[in-house]
């Protein structure tokens, strides 16, 4: 990171992991087949490699399992998140089109789920972003799902997901031109919009259109990104 001071860096990735314990298997009615479709469809797959190997003095707080089962960053109370009118609130009910998952969750498996996973990595995550710059890193498909709130958005090759108050409005103009040098196409808050707020002093989430990485790490795409990443300015 350059042109700016040095600040302490926590790398948020809440949708790489693809693992969903045996334990829970049980939960979901759909087959083997279509289920792990879902799991791998909704994964950014690689942020979690691409974190690592563009910060690697950050401290990178990881979801551990997958979206599909829990997902880390949506509000745990359905009545504020957005999502959750789709079934794609922080216990998915939904595939990425709208379709049943045929998922059976209690109360109490519901509440299971929450205190297993979600609290901790939140409980983490507040620490680690405390004083701190967190970049929320996430990728999106080239082409839209059915069930995204800004379906008929444009969709650049980089997203910034900007938020007042969180997100110093300077940085966000910086980090614009510096990808645009890049060469990359570069919009705010579309086809996603806004950044979490975990308490860090400044905050932004970049959202990579999947196809500048699909191919992952040593291609000439991952490296390109890679690069362009790296020399990110800070926060003034």
């Known amino acids: 990171m350059t042109h700016g001071p040095s600040r302490r860096m926590v790398i948020h990735v809440p949708h790489a992991a693809t693992y969903l314990p045996d334990a829970y298997r049980a939960q979901f009615g759909i087959p083997d087949d ?19 190997a563009v910060w690697p003095q950050a401290d990178i707080v990881i979801a551990p399992v997958s979206r599909v ?75 839209p799902w059915p069930i ?16 007042p108050g969180l997100t110093p409005p300077d940085w966000t103009d910086a980090l614009r031109d510096h990808f645009q040098r890049q060469g990359f196409t570069v919009i705010e808050n579309a086809p996603y919009a806004g950044v979490i707020d975990a308490g860090a002093e400044a905050a932004i989430m970049i959202e990579i259109r999947r196809d500048m990485l699909s191919t992952g790490p040593g291609s000439v795409e991952w490296t390109r990104m890679m690069a362009a990443l790296a020399t990110m300015p800070n926060p003034p």
């Open 148 to 163: 995204e709130p800004q379906a008929n958005a444009p969709r650049p090759q980089i997203d910034l997901g900007t938020t």
């Open 69 to 143: 089962l829990v997902d880390v960053e949506r509000y745990d109370d359905d009545a504020q998140e957005a999502m959750a009118r789709v079934g794609r609130g922080v216990i998915y009910a939904h595939d990425r089109f709208g379709r049943s998952l045929q998922r059976t969750v209690s109360p109490q498996d519901r509440a299971h789920l929450l205190a297993r996973f979600y609290h901790p990595h939140w409980q983490r995550l507040r620490q680690a972003a405390a004083g701190a710059v967190l970049i929320d890193l996430h990728t999106y498909p080239a082409t």
């Open 34 to 52: 279509a289920l792990q479709a879902e799991i791998h469809a909704s994964a950014d797959l690689h942020t979690d490699q691409l974190a690592q």
